[in-house]
Protein backbone atom coordinates (compact mmCIF):
# COMPACT_ATOMS: atom_id res chain seq x y z
CA UNK A 1 0.00 0.00 0.00
CA UNK A 2 3.03 2.07 0.79
CA UNK A 3 4.05 1.75 -2.71
CA UNK A 4 1.33 3.10 -4.31
CA UNK A 5 0.70 5.70 -1.76
CA UNK A 6 4.07 7.05 -2.96
CA UNK A 7 2.56 7.69 -6.71
CA UNK A 8 -0.14 9.95 -6.64
CA UNK A 9 -0.92 8.87 -10.51
CA UNK A 10 -0.63 5.21 -9.62
CA UNK A 11 -3.32 6.20 -6.82
CA UNK A 12 -5.83 7.94 -8.99
CA UNK A 13 -5.39 4.98 -11.51
CA UNK A 14 -6.82 2.43 -8.37
CA UNK A 15 -9.30 4.86 -7.48
CA UNK A 16 -10.57 5.32 -10.99
CA UNK A 17 -10.40 1.62 -11.89
CA UNK A 18 -12.00 0.39 -8.90
CA UNK A 19 -9.05 -0.93 -7.26
CA UNK A 20 -7.97 0.88 -4.50
CA UNK A 21 -10.21 -1.16 -2.03
CA UNK A 22 -8.65 -4.71 -3.13
CA UNK A 23 -4.90 -2.59 -2.37
CA UNK A 24 -6.42 -2.18 0.81
CA UNK A 25 -7.19 -5.64 1.48
CA UNK A 26 -4.11 -6.81 0.62
CA UNK A 27 -2.42 -4.56 3.00
CA UNK A 28 -5.14 -5.99 5.90
CA UNK A 29 -3.82 -9.30 4.83
CA UNK A 30 -0.54 -9.23 3.54
CA UNK A 31 0.93 -10.45 0.66
CA UNK A 32 1.60 -14.07 0.99
CA UNK A 33 4.53 -14.90 -1.31
CA UNK A 34 4.73 -19.18 -0.95
CA UNK A 35 0.99 -19.14 -0.87
CA UNK A 36 0.92 -17.06 -4.50
CA UNK A 37 3.78 -19.34 -5.38
CA UNK A 38 1.97 -22.93 -4.20
CA UNK A 39 -1.64 -21.34 -5.83
CA UNK A 40 -0.25 -20.56 -9.58
CA UNK A 41 2.12 -24.13 -9.46
CA UNK A 42 -0.89 -25.76 -9.41
CA UNK A 43 -3.17 -24.29 -11.30
CA UNK A 44 -4.75 -26.14 -13.89
CA UNK A 45 -7.51 -25.50 -15.95
CA UNK A 46 -8.71 -22.57 -13.64
CA UNK A 47 -8.64 -25.46 -10.50
CA UNK A 48 -5.90 -25.58 -8.15
CA UNK A 49 -6.32 -28.13 -5.08
CA UNK A 50 -4.81 -27.14 -1.70
CA UNK A 51 -5.19 -28.93 1.35
CA UNK A 52 -8.02 -31.19 -0.15
CA UNK A 53 -9.52 -27.57 -0.92
CA UNK A 54 -10.36 -26.66 -4.56
CA UNK A 55 -10.51 -23.37 -6.20
CA UNK A 56 -12.42 -22.57 -9.06
CA UNK A 57 -11.04 -19.45 -11.31
CA UNK A 58 -13.49 -17.39 -13.46
CA UNK A 59 -13.69 -13.42 -14.08
CA UNK A 60 -17.00 -13.85 -11.92
CA UNK A 61 -15.31 -15.12 -8.69
CA UNK A 62 -12.20 -12.82 -9.20
CA UNK A 63 -14.62 -9.71 -9.13
CA UNK A 64 -16.18 -10.55 -6.09
CA UNK A 65 -13.25 -11.85 -4.47
CA UNK A 66 -11.50 -8.83 -5.41
CA UNK A 67 -14.27 -6.47 -5.55
CA UNK A 68 -13.10 -5.33 -8.87
CA UNK A 69 -15.48 -5.03 -11.80
CA UNK A 70 -15.88 -7.56 -14.39
CA UNK A 71 -15.80 -4.78 -17.22
CA UNK A 72 -13.71 -3.99 -20.22
CA UNK A 73 -12.13 -5.69 -23.16
CA UNK A 74 -11.20 -9.35 -22.57
CA UNK A 75 -7.95 -10.25 -23.09
CA UNK A 76 -5.59 -13.73 -22.43
CA UNK A 77 -1.57 -13.75 -22.72
CA UNK A 78 -1.58 -15.60 -26.03
CA UNK A 79 -3.75 -13.04 -27.64
CA UNK A 80 -2.34 -10.30 -29.64
CA UNK A 81 -2.88 -6.38 -28.75
CA UNK A 82 -3.66 -3.84 -31.27
CA UNK A 83 -0.67 -1.50 -30.76
CA UNK A 84 -2.70 1.35 -30.48
CA UNK A 85 -3.52 0.93 -26.92
CA UNK A 86 0.29 0.21 -25.81
CA UNK A 87 1.82 2.97 -27.89
CA UNK A 88 1.08 5.72 -26.19
CA UNK A 89 2.31 4.40 -22.78
CA UNK A 90 6.04 3.47 -24.58
CA UNK A 91 9.03 5.94 -24.98
CA UNK A 92 9.31 7.34 -28.03
CA UNK A 93 13.04 5.84 -28.93
CA UNK A 94 11.81 3.10 -28.64
CA UNK A 95 8.51 3.24 -30.99
CA UNK A 96 10.57 1.55 -33.98
CA UNK A 97 11.95 -1.52 -31.62
CA UNK A 98 8.31 -3.02 -30.15
CA UNK A 99 8.08 -6.69 -30.60
CA UNK A 100 5.30 -9.12 -28.98
CA UNK A 101 7.83 -8.68 -25.63
CA UNK A 102 9.35 -5.81 -24.32
CA UNK A 103 11.49 -4.68 -22.05
CA UNK A 104 10.45 -2.74 -18.82
CA UNK A 105 12.97 0.16 -19.76
CA UNK A 106 10.68 0.88 -22.84
CA UNK A 107 8.26 2.00 -20.61
CA UNK A 108 7.54 5.54 -20.21
CA UNK A 109 8.82 6.77 -16.51
CA UNK A 110 5.85 7.81 -15.08
CA UNK A 111 4.29 4.24 -15.90
CA UNK A 112 6.65 2.52 -14.52
CA UNK A 113 5.51 2.72 -10.79
CA UNK A 114 2.04 1.76 -12.17
CA UNK A 115 3.11 -1.19 -13.86
CA UNK A 116 5.61 -2.28 -11.02
CA UNK A 117 2.41 -2.54 -8.74
CA UNK A 118 -0.23 -4.21 -11.34
CA UNK A 119 2.57 -6.82 -11.75
CA UNK A 120 3.00 -7.30 -7.89
CA UNK A 121 -0.63 -6.93 -6.89
CA UNK A 122 -2.50 -8.53 -9.43
Not at 22 to 50: C, S, T, Y
Not at 81 to 104: G, T
Amino acid sequence: MRELQACPFSLSCFRHHSCFSFGEMVERVKFQHELARLFVRHLDNNEVNLSRVTFTLSPTVISEATGIPNVGEKWNKSQYIDREYYDPYIKAKYHNKLSRVFPFKFLEDRFAPLMKIIIKYL
